[in-house]
């Protein structure tokens, strides 16, 4: 298809604005300045080897792990980016320790949306060329419009998203998310900086032959995991499965959505509640999971239901098709009532 019968992702904000409940073209403001900072990061990405932005920055983030030069610019991107738009209230990102209050005034009265954001998921694969991503979600505000952000604006359920979605940074660039009706991608042609739909209504296949884990710290996992990977190793029917493991979550969930599979990060004895931050990657994952027909738990919940109480608040995660991540969901309750 030439690029000209193809829709551009502004062209499809804006005609997808009344399927949104809260049309009042802030979003589409919002969305836009996620796409321009998508761009930029994209640039800073490819030029990673030739440009002294790869390799560490000396220093830790919140959770105590040694940033990436990459984790720090694409934050200050995204930030300015979003901030500059007047359409957000508040910023929280997995690189800093505290959420950020956006002083600014729209159209005559206070922003009502919060972001939470993982500016750059993966970013240790950076220094190989491995797929890296960002991740966000967006919430509208729940305490009084004109008066300073606050914590309890953040700590919400996943099922109060109004958007979620990622940048995969790839061997293409795109931009997947959803508004709560379906999740379609967008692929960047970098000669026009354009992003065009490319995947529109994408779904989960129902059922799947990839397991995504990081196998390395099996003898640490719960035993319910470890009864999973054996029944997915095992031969029998359509089994064993294929073990695929990037260490990027965005880009084994974008294989998984496509091709259907499971990802998983659980528990294991060092990190007793997982590694995944709640807020960041596994809500607006989830959210997206659910809308493209997967689904996303700790195990034992629904991700979106789980209540959060910190900023940077870590869960196990299980994600994917329906019947394989019921089918790990019935070991981990076996296991569980032992």
């Not at 709560?180 to 032959?209: E, R």
Request: charge should be negative; charged fraction near 20%; proline fraction near 4%.
């Amino acid at each position: 298809m030439s690029d000209q019968s193809l829709q551009t992702l502004g062209e499809f904000i804006i005609d997808k604005q009344d399927d949104f409940q809260y049309s009042t073209g802030e979003l589409s403001r919002l969305l836009s300045a996620i796409r321009l900072a998508s761009k930029v990061v994209n640039r800073e990405v490819n030029k990673a080897g030739i440009a002294d932005i790869i390799g560490k920055a000396g220093n830790e983030n919140v959770q105590g792990e040694e940033q990436q030069k990459l984790d720090v610019l694409a934050n200050e991107i995204f930030i300015t980016a979003l901030s500059q738009r007047e359409v957000v209230c508040g910023i929280a990102s997995e690189e800093n320790d505290d959420f950020i209050d956006i002083k600014c005034v729209g159209n005559g009265h206070l922003s009502k949306y919060v972001v939470l954001i993982d500016p750059l998921d993966g970013s240790s694969n950076i220094d190989v060329n491995v797929s890296v991503g960002t991740i966000f979600s967006i919430y509208r505000r729940v305490t009084e419009p004109g008066t300073p952000v606050q914590l309890e604006d953040f700590l919400q359920k996943g099922v109060n998203q109004i958007a979620a979605g990622y940048v995969i940074y790839g061997s293409s660039t795109m931009i997947v998310y959803t508004t709560g009706n379906g999740v379609n991608g967008f692929t960047l042609d970098p000669s026009l900086g354009t992003y065009y739909l490319s995947h529109p209504n994408l779904k989960f296949p129902a059922n799947g032959k990839i397991y995504s884990i990081n196998e390395g710290n099996y003898i640490k996992f719960p035993q319910g995991v470890k009864n999973y990977l054996k029944y997915c190793q095992m031969e029998e029917g359509d089994r064993p499965y294929t073990s695929r493991y990037i260490g990027s979550l965005v880009a084994d969930f974008h294989r998984n959505m496509l091709k259907g599979g499971i990802y998983i990060y659980p528990s294991y004895s060092q990190s007793p509640n997982g590694k995944l931050r709640l807020l960041y990657e596994c809500n607006p994952m989830a959210f997206l999971a659910e809308q493209a027909g997967g689904k996303a738990t700790d195990g034992f919940r629904r991700i979106l239901e789980v209540e959060p109480t910190e900023l940077h608040q870590r869960i196990p995660f299980f994600c994917g098709s329906v019947d394989m991540v019921e089918k790990a969901e019935e070991f981990m309750r076996i296991d569980s009532v032992k």
